[in-house]
């Protein structure tokens, strides 16, 4: 019976000491799910700074694709002034 008792004993302090292992273990698991929560928070962050600075990118390319237009616009419309001015010179 001594003998069973030791080795009884043996056998619970393993079993002890693998829970602590488990529980070190479980601990690092939740550390490190943690850490890339946090990560995906600042990642998402950036995704949507980087959406927004897309958006207004857009918008600018848009106000001088306008711009553009209206420049084309004014330099025909001189040209066309210029035509006639140099046609009622020539009469």
Do not use: C, F, V
């Amino acid at each position: 019976t001594s003998y069973t008792l030791k080795l009884n004993n043996e056998k619970l302090k393993k079993a002890e000491g693998d829970l602590e292992k488990e529980d070190l273990s479980a601990a690092n698991l939740k550390q490190e799910n943690g850490k890339l929560n946090k990560a995906k928070g600042d990642l998402e962050k950036e995704l949507a700074d980087a959406k927004k600075l897309i958006g207004t990118l857009e918008e600018k390319s848009s106000s001088l694709k306008l711009n553009d237009d209206k420049l084309k616009k004014a330099k025909g419309d001189l040209e066309k002034a210029l035509e006639e001015t140099s046609y009622t010179l020539k009469l």
